[in-house]
């Protein structure tokens, strides 16, 4: 095994803390820049590619990786092979006398590293690196974690995406194959009227042809006679049968002709098209708790704990609260204190932001009101405007476009922003709270829907048919539900007292945003700002409401 100690060898006065172990076998001076941990060796750059062609299944480590090379001192300096003496505070760099002497001669400023670590072993930030160590360790591994389930994901997302394609490219060929088989019955339909018309212009030609054939001989036998009133009536026949023949050889003589002309917009369509459609990869944000505050909703006048079923914020920076145990909607500065409020009927359920300024709240006491209530929020005050009623309970609601998604608890139901019901669009009515909450993606393809009962979040089409569903142990009883206008979904998972952010798809959950571990008190609602990566979650029997800022 070679020394890491430097030498002085033949045919150079070069220093180097690694020496090339093969070189030194042939008396050659040359610096390792690679370190084979089964052989022991150093090796240099051409060294390596030959080590690498005998001992491909040998790990070989490169000057990054230098610390794995044996040997290798902490107190030892990378570059010169001596003793780390001094640290540079110019250049915030531990320095050996080497190193000094060549690059830090004229710096203003050195320590000596002996001065600097006297009692620092009793110092706290000496003492917390070991947790620091293990924290930043269990982090990096919960990320290749998530790397490696990712890959797996991209590698599904793969297959998929090619069984799409193929399906694409199926449809396609059976669109194509019945243009091709209408067009070929139209071109036997118009053939067969045409091989008609010849069939019915050959037999009149024929039987035309045989009458002056048969009248001209009877004429000519009548010749000589001396009977002249036969070849007169033969004459006259002879001409009335000439003019019928010559109108139809003048009919005949137009031809009727066969030709394909196809689409003209067809083939520049096809050959313009570069692919079947846009194949997107996407990134998505990974957020994680940067801090945590807790502030009081309640009022004077509740006489209840707060419970906040219901989240949402305004353009100006306010945000809106549905208080379920208070029966009242709640008015919040930028600050998160109340302002204002309105009391409602019932007990307000979850509510969303429509258009402006407008608030739709539902509400319901699951028997004899089930109502919709539109509220509208003008220079800090709050003020009911309308409402319609439903026949089922209101339990959650999301708006999109022009239209009111309304959640019950047998299933999810589609109103005009007037209230007529415009259809049922998902029903489970085997399922206790159906939809706790609803939210709908920018595009309006994709509805999530929490139910709490059995614990899962579903991804619906815009018909009602069930995408995904997602089911994980920090997502117990999901009942809040966000989706930002780029995509980013959030749930609270009240059983499991936990924030966890899903993929845009709703196939499987991206992080766990925050927990107990981080402040969470009972999490019943959320909602996210984009702008300022701020996540407002409301807290079941909890007077407060968590506001996180998230990085």
């Not at 979040?457 to 809040?480: A, M, S």
């Amino acid at each position: 095994m070679a020394s890491k100690d430097s030498s002085i060898y033949m045919g150079s006065d070069l220093i180097h803390d690694y020496s090339c172990s093969k070189c030194e076998e042939n008396d050659l001076n040359t610096e390792a820049l690679h370190f084979c941990q089964q052989c022991e060796h150093y090796l240099c750059g051409k060294c390596v590619r030959n080590h690498w062609a005998y001992f491909k299944e040998h790990v070989v480590y490169g000057r990054g990786e230098i610390q794995k090379w044996a040997g290798f001192s902490i107190d030892i300096c990378e570059q010169h092979g001596k003793e780390l003496e001094v640290h540079c505070d110019d250049h915030q760099e531990f320095c050996c006398s080497v190193c000094v002497a060549l690059n830090h001669r004229l710096c203003s400023s050195t320590s000596h590293l002996s001065d600097l670590a006297k009692g620092f072993l009793k110092t706290k930030r000496f003492k917390q690196l070991p947790a620091a160590v293990d924290k930043m360790r269990n982090r990096l591994n919960e990320l290749k974690t998530d790397r490696m389930k990712y890959q797996d994901s991209l590698k599904d997302s793969y297959k998929n995406i090619l069984v799409e394609i193929k399906a694409l490219r199926k449809e396609i060929n059976q669109i194509l194959d019945k243009l091709e088989k209408k067009t070929v019955e139209q071109l036997d339909s118009m053939m067969e009227d045409l091989e008609k018309s010849i069939k019915n212009d050959l037999e009149a030609c024929g039987h035309i042809d045989d009458q002056l054939k048969t009248l001209i001989e009877k004429l000519q036998q009548a010749t000589g006679k001396n009977k002249d009133t036969i070849p007169y009536i033969g004459f006259r026949k002879c001409q009335s049968i000439l003019s019928e023949a010559n109108c139809l050889v003048q009919e005949i003589r137009v031809k009727e002709e066969m030709k394909f002309k196809s689409d003209e917009s067809v083939l520049p369509f096809l050959r313009n098209l570069k692919r079947f459609d846009i194949v997107e990869s996407v990134f998505t944000y990974v957020y994680r708790v940067q801090s945590l505050s807790h502030y009081k909703v309640r009022i004077k006048k509740d006489k209840n704990n707060c419970s906040i079923k219901g989240v949402c914020g305004l353009a100006n920076g306010e945000m809106v609260i549905a208080d379920y145990n208070n029966l009242r909607v709640k008015l919040l500065n930028r600050q998160y204190a109340v302002i204002d409020h309105c009391d409602l009927p019932s007990t307000p359920q979850h509510l969303c932001h429509t258009t402006d300024n407008v608030i739709a709240v539902a509400v319901s006491d699951f028997s004899t009101i089930n109502e919709v209530h539109f509220l509208t929020v003008t220079k800090g005050k709050i003020q009911a405007m309308r409402k319609f009623t439903t026949d089922h309970c209101c339990h959650s609601i999301a708006h999109h476009k022009g239209q009111l998604y309304v959640g019950s608890s047998d299933g999810l139901y589609l109103y005009s922003m007037d209230g007529r019901l415009l259809k049922t669009i998902y029903e489970a009515l085997s399922c206790v709270r159906t939809v706790y909450s609803c939210a709908v993606s920018p595009s309006g393809k994709r509805i999530y829907v929490t139910n709490d009962y059995i614990s899962k979040l579903l991804t619906l089409d815009k018909t009602g048919q069930v995408l995904f569903t997602v089911e994980y142990p920090d997502l117990k009883n999901p009942t809040g539900l966000f989706v930002s206008p780029i995509d980013y979904v959030f749930v609270c998972g009240r059983g499991s007292i936990a924030v966890v952010q899903v993929d845009k798809e709703g196939k499987q959950k991206v992080a766990t945003v925050a927990s107990e571990a981080d402040g969470i008190i009972c999490p019943q609602s959320v909602w996210f700002s984009g702008q300022t990566s701020t996540l407002i979650v409301g807290n079941y029997e909890d007077d407060d409401i968590t506001v996180i800022q998230l990085c």
